[in-house]
């Protein structure tokens, strides 16, 4: 079964800070890695997504980086912004059709502070 | 437009009580999903449909009891839920097909509290 690790569990940094945010998963058959934001109390934003054949996605200040092999995913957040604090979660999609479709597998999330 | 909806925001219910939740999406996409959420907790996949159809029940209890009228609504039906079952209730979406095939869209979510 896929199991998802993010670290780490809680982030606090001063604004401005360049930072990452790491996912690992144990199985590399997977079709692609989403990345979402949550708010307290609200829903799931897409941030990115990478299909299992891309190595990066970009969106404005956010880099998402995919390397399938060794089971990883790094979001990298460039000059971190109060507002950028939020919970972030990756997600895999793995392979296959069936009782796998439509299935995610959530890693526990990145709690980022970002302090004026 | 990359919206899912879903109402109500808040709902709070007696465990005698039956409620639904709704979710709507007019993004054309064709599958649809239920996940549960506790509080610092990933959301859980309760249900999926395909094409209006059925296609993943997590071993959900018989208490809840999901519905996909046509291809742009959701339900989730509610009886004789327990304390337990309070938590935020996510609905979201995605195209089954494609470039961008299976990026699941969110919705805000409704939050259950079962007194």
């Known amino acids: 079964k896929q199991e998802v690790t993010q670290i780490p569990a809680a982030l606090s940094v001063p604004e401005g800070e360049n930072l990452v945010l790491n996912c690992s998963f144990t199985?590399?058959?997977?079709?692609?890695l989403q990345w979402f934001r949550q708010d307290p109390g609200k829903g799931l934003t897409s941030l990115l997504l990478?299909?299992?054949?891309?190595r990066e996605q970009t969106s404005g200040r956010l880099n998402a980086s995919l390397d399938k092999s060794s089971g990883r995913s790094t979001l990298y957040i460039a000059a971190s912004q109060p507002g950028d604090s939020a919970t972030y979660l990756c997600?895999?999609?793995?392979?296959?059709?069936?009782?796998?479709?439509?299935?995610?597998?959530f890693g526990r999330g990145t709690q980022l502070t970002v302090w004026p | 437009d990359t919206e899912v909806t879903q109402t109500p925001k808040h709902l709070v219910m007696g465990m005698t009580n039956k409620k639904s939740l709704k979710c709507e999406q007019h993004?054309?996409?064709?599958?649809m999903y239920w996940y549960k959420q506790k509080a610092k907790k990933p959301p859980e996949l309760m249900f999926v449909?395909?094409?209006?159809?059925?296609?993943i029940n997590e071993s959900v209890p018989s208490r809840f009891s999901p519905e996909c009228p046509n291809s742009s609504l959701l339900n989730l039906h509610l009886h004789a839920l327990q304390p337990e079952d309070s938590a935020l209730y996510l609905c979201?979406?995605?195209?089954?097909?494609?470039?961008?095939?299976?990026?699941?869209?969110f919705g805000p979510g409704t939050r259950l509290t079962v007194t």
């Open positions: 979201a979406s995605s195209q089954p097909r494609g470039r961008n095939s299976y990026e699941q869209y």
């Open positions: 199985d590399s058959a997977i079709y692609n």
């Open positions: 990478i299909q299992s054949s891309q």
């Open positions: 997600a895999v999609r793995p392979l296959g059709r069936g009782s796998t479709l439509g299935r995610l597998y």
């Open positions: 993004m054309g996409h064709r599958a």
């Open positions: 449909y395909s094409y209006e159809k059925l296609s």
